[in-house]
């Protein structure tokens, strides 16, 4: 199959739309930019000129600072708007708010919202770019990238490797970004939490590459990678499990039960971590831990988007 030298699309909305070559080329772009990051001078003058916008409507710290910085050095103008501060509290539609931001010479809006379909429902009305920062329940495609980026980079490949996601798949949206991407570069991905956590039917997302467990021991058996999930209470209508100790109990990565992965199992956590419940500090700051460079890695993975969307011939500019 030949390289993709360019996107075919203007927004970032979701892995589960995007080609394995289009995956595989931001993969290669953010390595070239990972270079840049670790420089004593981190800039670049690829979107110079162009005007990168962070409309969150939810809670962030890692995703919007590395979007932040990922603009910055590109030498973009970047400008933030958190919903408390935006028109919307007086009573503006979504819609109003982005074509506003738009008409001030807008290149890329990078939004989060709590509901599933946001992003695509102001893609459809925007010219300029719409990245997904995290939609509701449905997908955070950059967060999908850097963990195979992170896996990538360690691995060498993620063909025929097999990764293991643990915890509150029902409400996580990175889950379903990594199964996507996972499965679409050839990795075997295997979906593990309490029954109530685990969406019915999200195998027959990839067939034959995905496999449901409630067992933690049985999602860590030779696993290659590991990837804990936070536990997202502030989405969970009523408690889906008797107690946190009751989930910590069963479902939290220790060194012992992580022992049953094969001994160069990575392990990774998208953020941010309750230790103690979703994972022990010891496998967290383990030598195993990729958490650190997950982190690092986004900035890169970040970048790649934005320049495949705003800075190359993508968008016929």
């Not at 896996?151 to 060498?156: C, L, S, V």
């Not at 997302?205 to 999602?219: D, H, I, N, S």
Request: glycine residues 8%; contains cysteine; positive net charge.
């Amino acid at each position: 199959m030949a390289a993709i030298e360019k996107l075919s699309r203007k927004d970032l909305l979701g892995l589960e739309e995007l080609e394995p070559g289009e995956i595989n080329l931001i993969l290669d772009q953010a390595l070239s930019f990972k270079e840049i990051v670790q420089r004593p001078v981190k800039k670049v003058p690829a979107l110079r000129g162009k005007t990168v916008v962070n409309l969150f409507f939810e809670a962030s710290t890692r995703t919007r600072t590395s979007f932040e910085l990922a603009a910055t050095r590109l030498s973009a103008d970047v400008v933030n708007i958190t919903a408390s501060a935006s028109s919307i509290t007086k009573g503006e539609t979504l819609l109003d708010t982005v074509r506003v931001v738009e008409a001030m010479n807008l290149s890329v809006l990078i939004m989060r919202h709590a509901h599933s379909g946001a992003a695509g429902l102001v893609a459809r009305h925007l010219r300029a770019s719409v990245v997904n920062a995290g939609d509701g329940m449905h997908e955070h495609p950059t967060q999908g990238l850097l963990d195979l980026f992170t896996i990538r980079e360690r691995k060498g490949a993620l063909q025929g490797l097999e990764v293991a996601i643990v915890g509150d798949i029902a409400h996580s949206r990175v889950a379903r970004s990594d199964l996507w991407g996972l499965t679409k570069l050839g990795a075997r991905v295997r979906l593990c939490g309490p029954a109530t956590m685990l969406p019915e039917g999200i195998e027959k997302l990839a067939p034959g590459k995905v496999k449901v467990t409630t067992r933690l021991e049985e999602a860590l058996e030779g696993a290659d990678v590991v990837n804990v999930l936070r536990l997202q209470l502030e989405r969970q209508r009523r408690f889906l499990f008797p107690s946190t100790r009751e989930y910590s109990r069963l479902y939290s990565l220790t060194s012992e039960k992580l022992k049953l992965a094969k001994p160069d199992c990575l392990v990774m956590h998208p953020g941010p971590m309750n230790r103690g419940l979703e994972i022990s500090s010891g496998v967290a700051d383990g030598a195993q831990s990729v958490i650190p460079e997950q982190v690092t890695n986004g900035v890169a993975v970040r970048m790649a988007a934005l320049y495949l969307l705003a800075g190359s011939e993508a968008n016929g500019e």
